[in-house]
């Protein structure tokens, strides 16, 4: 079993700044790919930036330039510092962990945080 846990959300003005955490914890050979998603009220759930084990980013449109995901693998956690934040980034925010269960295995694992709340205020 894999926990994924979120933390960081809050309420800010717009223009503000807020760093958001996901750590994991459980039994896992290792971690490849991490992620984090939004979704705000009657919207689709949107993929915000993806991370690589080997650090290549990837960011949605919209917050190119204000938003800079991370990781620090030896503390199994992915970072998204969100800076210059509009009203439209007011969401909730999901960390997302793709996981090696055995060495060898060849079998990608999925494991979803319960999501942080984001709400910018104009």
């Known amino acids: 079993q894999v926990q994924v846990v979120e933390s960081g959300g809050g309420l800010v003005q717009a223009g503000g700044s807020l760093r958001l955490s996901c750590a994991a914890s459980?039994?896992?050979?290792?971690?490849?790919?991490m992620a984090w998603h939004r979704q705000a009220p009657g919207r689709q759930r949107e993929l915000v930036a993806s991370?690589?084990?080997?650090?290549?980013?990837d960011y949605e449109d919209s917050v190119k330039g204000r938003f800079s995901i991370s990781r620090d693998n030896a503390k199994n956690t992915v970072y998204l510092q969100m800076n210059s934040l509009k009203p439209e980034d007011t969401a909730v925010y999901y960390c997302?962990?793709?996981?090696?269960?055995?060495?060898?295995?060849?079998?990608?694992?999925?494991?979803w945080g319960q999501g942080t709340q984001v709400t910018v205020s104009s």
């Open positions: 991370i690589t084990s080997y650090d290549s980013t």
């Open positions: 997302e962990i793709e996981v090696e269960h055995k060495k060898w295995d060849n079998r990608i694992y999925h494991y």
């Open positions: 459980g039994t896992f050979y290792s971690i490849y790919d």
